[in-house]
Nanobody, 114 residues
Framework: VQFVESGGGLVQPGGSLRLSCAASGFTFRIYDMSWYRRAPGKERELVATVRYDGSSTNFVNSVKGRFTLSRDNTKNTMYLQMNSLKPEDTAVYYC????????WGQGTQVTVSS
């Protein structure tokens, strides 16, 4: 089981980024998938979840209306579109399964700063 996150970077407040997650080693299409993040000095938190078939998504209140989530089961890939970014979104972002999360990847750093 492996997760490879990409797409992070430095962006100004109000900017956008699109994160990608490439998953392998398991049957991606039958798992609900999530993005998590760990801000400096804080615990890792669940940010967003997409149902296994992409039919629904859920977001933590702090990102609702700004982030969207999608997946491509033909490519074992998930995406997080982040708009109207705020400094408090600064964190390392990780992807994993919604339940029984394991084999964490290195994540991708998102820094929102002017």
């Amino acid at each position: 089981v492996q997760f490879v996150e990409s797409g992070g970077g430095l962006v100004q407040p109000g900017g956008s980024l699109r994160l990608s997650c490439a998953a392998s080693g398991f049957t991606f299409r039958i798992y609900d998938m999530s993005w998590y993040r760990r801000a400096p000095g804080k615990e890792r938190e669940l940010v967003a979840t997409v149902r296994y078939d992409g039919s629904s998504t859920n977001f933590v209140n702090s990102v609702k209306g700004r982030f969207t989530l999608s997946r491509d089961n033909t490519k074992n890939t998930m995406y997080l579109q982040m708009n109207s970014l705020k400094p408090e979104d600064t964190a390392v972002y990780y992807c994993n399964t919604r339940t029984n999360a394991r084999n964490w990847g290195q994540g991708t750093q998102v820094t929102v700063s002017s």
